[in-house]
């Protein structure tokens, strides 16, 4: 296990007391103490290990993933604490991977129950009779001599932030005000604390000797992995929240602004971009909502048209729909408590909640029903479930789009697309074991007719067998038919390793920045999403890959001019690898300014 702990000055201060308030002339500095990447053996003088009554001691564990990772089975572990060796100015900040293992209900039937009581890391004095903990639920809590403190305890409500059985990424900042918490790259809690002094709890993480990882509260931690350990002393910033290997803290604010940010925006004044549907598809939406606090209505509003945007000609509208569980189609009102809205929102609270909460809204047709689900994480964690159903004739293209009053939203690009969604391991290409054979297993054929309004876009986590380097996806454009059609053609093959061929196959118009000595343990695991554009005859591909430990590679770009067909098709298939595909569809807002 590499354990770095990094001291570069002294103080003349006792170890783990912070800075007096602003007015000294010390600005608080980002430090990393400590970083533990379990890449080597456990070494027992720098990391201890226990198992709890009926559990496991911790081992090292390979992860398809991550490599080499940290596995606690109902145990846990323990390090000397690095903070109480420097000089604590206005916070405590740490970052991590971990996966949680769910564990089945007995009738095996209900939905798998997820550990968010057991804490993931805790301090503790000599003997435990004083602590702080957080757990995947993002509870926090302290007991000191000098006062207590919780927020986000799951036996008041369970927050979501941290699915089980997926890889997240997490960053945790606690302030002297308060705390934060994001999972991958997004922020899910931001606590402003006024009734309590968050410098306590500071102090007490830098003066305690040791830290726990899987330890800590009165539940023993289930079974979890965890990678990449790192803490800082003071407060991250959004270089080290973003997801490593993303592009940094430069990209955190690449929003589609709609509406302004000083609350003036008026009623129908301002509107997104229509994200257009055919047919029985989903539209998706990530977005953060800001609100002037007057009003419940003064969020966030959705609009499902014809296709088409307010003012265009021949504009019309199937339904407004309201973040405050109100809305209308034409006539007809559905009010909160009527049989289409169901929601769980505490109103007493709501406007405060709205402001700053993450939107994570999902727009789904069969036939002529539309069902629109929207998840809300306030800033504190807590999570509330929204729905609606729409029946009524429709057109075969519908469009949806975003607007506000009073309030205005900051669409995250990434999240939106018209297309289909995958569940993990839903809809794989090959078997899991990489044991797939030349041309034999293959993704649905996706149809395009003409020029691409927006990218149209595959993601899926590749997997491969680490034999050789084309052991990995491959992409193939056709003239629009499928393999089993009359009249099928190939335009271009694509492998992942920058080779091809076919008639629209030009070796030179290749690009990556790729490095062969490690592509293919970098592909095993990685995040993959391939854009396509069409304009006339000529075809553009863009190759984005992010590893398994965050690592992001330079762009694999090709282009092809003379593809003379209406029709492309496109489909993914593999050769000693597996796809776990996650999304296909049009990313309108992607590379948007």
Not at 134 to 158: H, I, M, R
Not at 210 to 237: A, C, K, V
Not at 422 to 449: E, M, N
Request: one cysteine or more.
């Amino acid at each position: 296990m590499a354990f770095l702990t990094v001291l570069t000055f002294s103080s003349c201060q006792d170890w783990g007391e912070s800075d007096p308030p602003a007015g000294n002339q010390i600005f608080p500095t980002l430090e990393k103490v400590a970083s533990l990447t379990f890449d080597e053996e456990l070494i027992p003088e720098e990391i201890q290990t226990f198992a709890y009554e009926g559990g496991e001691t911790p081992t090292l564990a390979t992860d398809d993933v991550h490599g080499q990772v940290l596995h606690l089975n109902n145990g846990y572990a323990r390090i000397s604490n690095p903070l109480n060796k420097v000089k604590i100015q206005n916070g405590v900040s740490l970052t991590f991977w971990m996966k949680q293992s769910s564990t089945p209900k007995a009738d095996s039937v209900e939905k798998p129950e997820q550990d968010v009581k057991g804490a993931l890391f805790s301090f503790q004095n000599e003997n435990g009779t004083q602590r702080m903990f957080f757990t995947a639920n993002g509870w926090l809590n302290y007991e000191g001599v000098d006062g207590s403190y919780e927020d986000n305890n799951p036996s008041d409500y369970k927050t979501g932030l941290m699915s089980a059985d997926e890889w997240h990424y997490v960053a945790v900042k606690i302030r002297n005000n308060g705390y934060e918490i994001y999972v991958d790259g997004l922020k899910k809690i931001d606590k402003e604390v006024s009734g309590f002094d968050f410098n306590k709890i500071i102090k007490f993480m830098g003066a305690v000797p040791y830290i726990y990882i899987g330890y800590g509260s009165d539940t023993p931690t289930q079974e979890w992995y965890i990678d990449d350990l790192t803490i800082y002393r003071n407060q991250i910033t959004n270089n080290e929240i973003k997801v490593p290997g993303t592009g940094g803290g430069e990209e955190e604010n690449n929003y589609i602004l709609v509406g302004n940010k000083d609350y003036t925006t008026g009623w129908w004044s301002t509107f997104s971009d229509v994200v257009s549907m055919k047919g029985n598809q989903t539209i998706h939406y990530g977005f953060y909502n800001y609100t002037n606090g007057a009003n419940n209505w003064n969020n966030w509003i959705v609009v499902l048209s014809n296709g088409k945007a307010p003012g265009a000609a021949g504009y019309a509208e199937y339904f407004v729909l309201r973040a405050d569980a109100y809305g209308w189609s034409g006539g007809t009102s559905y009010p909160g408590d009527g049989p289409n809205i169901t929601h769980n929102f505490n109103f007493d609270t709501f406007k405060t909640d709205m402001q700053g909460a993450y939107v994570d809204m999902t727009i789904k047709r069969t036939d002529n029903r539309i069902d629109l689900v929207a998840k809300i994480t306030t800033k504190t964690g807590l999570t509330y479930n929204y729905s609606f159903y729409y029946v009524g004739e429709m057109e075969e293209t519908v469009g949806a789009f975003l607007t506000c009053e009073g309030s205005y939203l900051e669409i995250v690009p990434e999240t939106v697309y018209a297309g289909e969604s995958y569940a993990a391991g839903s809809y794989r290409v090959g078997p899991a074991d990489c044991s797939a054979g030349w041309w034999a297993y293959f993704s649905k054929l996706s149809v395009i007719t003409g020029n691409t309004p927006s990218p149209f876009v595959h993601t899926f986590y590749n997997y491969t067998n680490g034999i050789n380097n084309w052991n990995n996806w491959l992409l193939v454009i056709t003239n629009g038919k499928d393999r089993d059609e009359a009249g099928y053609a190939e335009h271009l093959v694509l492998r992942a390793d920058g080779f091809g061929w076919g008639d629209a196959y030009v070796a030179a118009n290749i690009a990556h920045t790729y490095n062969w000595d490690t592509f293919r343990e970098q592909m095993n695991g990685a995040y993959c999403t391939i854009l396509l554009n069409r304009t006339g005859t000529r075809l553009d591909l863009t190759i984005k890959v992010v590893t398994a430990s965050g690592e992001k590679l330079g762009d694999y770009t090709y282009y092809t001019e003379g593809i003379t067909t209406n029709n492309i098709g496109i489909f993914l298939l593999v050769d000693g690898a597996s796809l776990d595909i996650r999304t296909v569809g049009y990313y309108p807002f992607l590379n948007k300014e």
